[in-house]
């Protein structure tokens, strides 16, 4: 058997997800793209913003390195968008997470809104010039954002 009768025979393989068949190839095409992956990062980034202003530095840190780890599934999901998002994650977000390790409040607020500017005009660049992302003016209602005390 050759690689291409090989890999032929590898697509018509399908497997049971516990509700339906699937094939690599379906397991392939609903890995999620920017349109699922950026409304996480925007509720990520409210969190942050929060987190950080409220003095939690391990919570804004874990929420700085969750919207790196979304941004670098994206580059790899949508080869497209790859050198976009990595650029800005070069530019803007190390920096932000510098800032987030030195525990630097005007700092980290500095690198906020630059990353915010630049993730707006990214949307301009690729042509959706609509989606322009602003912080809201509470912080999220589903979490405690204060620091956790010590136990004990
Ligand atoms: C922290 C930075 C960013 C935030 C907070 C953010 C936020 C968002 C939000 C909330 C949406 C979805 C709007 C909606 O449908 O409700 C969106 C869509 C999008 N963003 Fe971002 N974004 C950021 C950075 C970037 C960067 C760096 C790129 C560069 C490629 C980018 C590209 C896109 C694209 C292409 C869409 C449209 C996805 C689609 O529906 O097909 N974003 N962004």
Same mark, same amino acid.
């Given at each position: 058997m050759d690689n291409d009768e090989l890999l032929e025979r590898l697509k018509a393989f399908t497997f049971w997800s516990g509700h339906r068949e699937m094939s690599i190839e379906d397991l392939a095409a609903i890995q999620p793209g920017l349109g699922r992956l950026m409304p996480e990062i925007g509720q990520r980034t409210w969190k942050l913003y929060y987190a950080a202003k409220a003095h939690n530095w391990p919570m804004a840190h874990f929420q700085a390195k969750e919207i790196r780890g979304l941004m670098e599934l994206g580059a790899f999901t949508r080869p497209k968008h790859e050198a976009a998002l990595l650029e800005f994650l070069d530019q803007y977000w190390t920096p932000l997470q510098e800032a987030i390790k030195k525990e630097d409040f005007a700092a980290f607020e500095a690198a906020f809104h630059k990353a915010v500017d630049a993730a707006n005009a990214y949307h301009e660049l690729k042509d959706?010039?609509?989606i322009v992302w602003k912080l809201p003016e509470?912080?999220?209602? %589903? /979490? %405690? /954002?204060s620091p956790r005390k010590k136990q004990g």
């Open positions: 959706k010039p609509y509470n912080p999220p209602p %589903d /979490l %405690d /954002l």
